[in-house]
Each structure stands twice: as structure tokens, then as C-alpha cells.
């Protein structure tokens, strides 16, 4: 894999296998974005969701992180309940969906086969996520969606994962000024397996508010 150093780019390629996937993707599925998805929301956020990648049918196909899929639905109810957006429901990049207070990204911005980028995969595209991060006010809380998304916050801070474990509703006031909450993904197997139920996501976004002093 080449090295990158820039902001986000619509055109990266420097993951092969992921890049090779969004070629047969994108054959496949001609109305699909199949690209690396760009971050979604305002410019300087009090929170920062980040997810792991783009799903197949989901941010893969309509070019915004958690629109079109199962988990976004869920994702975006939250925000809406919780004044982060103007609409409970994120169907496409055109639907005039508006961020308040927040953006959402992902740890991996390509499409990995089957959902599972690889670590080398998560360590390349770590430099986005760093630069974007690099970018937050003092104060703003991150908040990880799984364990992959927790490690990577930790990676692009240059944290030991050691001292910060991941959990759900973990809470960790960094040194850099940020504080890290993290959650389960809200996925539809742990939802469906009830290891996230909707009062154990609500409650986290309530800690956040109340971080925020929203």
C-alpha cells in the first residue's frame, strides 16, 4: 500500500484490494457512489461520530456515511430526537438532510469486502481520520461506534489502547482536550441480539449531552 498524507480524496486508491472491490462494485451496481465516502455535517462539530466503514447498500451506494442502511436509520433517529438534524430519516445525499452540531465519518472510508477491513486497510486510512480529528475545537467529544472505530480514534491520537479499553458508554477525558465516548455499533446484529437496545444508545447520547451542556 502507498503512503498518504493529504485531506480526504474522493480518487484515493491506495488500499488495492479495497479499490479493486469498488471497481467490481461499482460495475455491479453502475448507480452505486462506490468511491470512498466523504465525512457528512458541519465544519467545526461538538460531535464527531465515527463509524467503521461504508456499508453495501447503504453509504456505499448514496455517497453519505449511514444513509440507505439499516444502522443509519437508527444513527439518525438518535440525532434527530437529540436536535442534530433537521429530519429522523437519512435516505440519500439529496434529501436535505442537515447536521446540527455534528459530523459523521468513518474509520474506513472505502467499502471492505464483507464489512471487515483488514488492519493494514485501518492503519492506511488512520491518516484521514487523524487529519480530521486534528481539526476539532477543545471540548468536542468523539464518539466511536464499536470497538475497530474506538482503536482507530485511539491510533490517529497516538494513544496506547492498553490505557483507554473499549466499552460501551466508556468515557475518557484526553490530554488533547477531547473526550472520547464510545458505544456499541449500531448495528442490526446487535440490535437484533439486543446487546445495544435503543435506551443503552439514548443513554449514551444523553452523557454526551450532558458533557456538551446541551
Not at 78 to 94: G, Q, R, T
Not at 143 to 157: E, N, T
Not at 195 to 209: A, G, Y
Request: aromatic share 8%.
Amino acid at each position: 500500500m502507498k503512503e498518504i498524507t493529504t485531506d480526504f480524496d474522493l480518487n484515493c486508491r491506495a488500499c488495492p484490494r479495497l479499490a479493486n472491490f469498488l471497481d467490481k462494485n461499482g460495475a455491479e451496481y453502475p448507480d452505486y457512489h462506490a468511491r470512498p465516502v466523504p465525512p457528512f455535517g458541519v465544519k467545526n462539530p461538538k460531535l464527531l461520530i465515527v463509524g467503521l466503514a461504508p456499508g453495501m447498500h447503504g453509504a456505499n451506494a448514496t455517497g453519505r456515511p449511514f444513509t440507505g442502511d439499516y444502522a443509519g436509520s437508527i444513527l439518525y433517529e438518535m440525532l434527530y430526537k437529540f436536535n442534530y438534524s433537521n429530519k429522523p430519516e437519512s435516505v440519500s445525499a439529496d434529501d436535505k438532510l442537515k447536521l446540527k452540531q455534528c459530523r459523521i465519518t468513518n474509520a474506513v472510508k472505502c467499502l471492505p469486502p464483507e464489512n471487515k477491513p483488514t488492519a493494514d486497510e485501518i492503519k492506511t486510512c488512520n491518516v484521514y481520520l487523524k487529519n480530521e480529528i486534528n481539526g476539532l475545537k477543545k471540548g468536542t467529544v468523539i464518539m466511536a461506534l464499536g470497538g475497530i472505530a474506538h482503536k482507530a480514534v485511539l491510533r490517529a491520537l497516538a494513544l496506547k489502547q492498553s490505557q483507554y479499553p473499549f466499552g460501551h458508554g466508556t468515557e475518557y477525558h484526553l490530554e488533547c482536550d477531547l473526550i472520547l465516548v464510545s458505544s456499541y455499533h449500531c448495528s442490526r446484529y446487535n440490535t437484533s441480539t439486543k446487546r445495544l437496545t435503543p435506551k443503552m444508545f439514548e443513554n449514551v447520547f444523553k452523557q454526551i449531552d450532558n458533557l456538551l451542556g446541551r
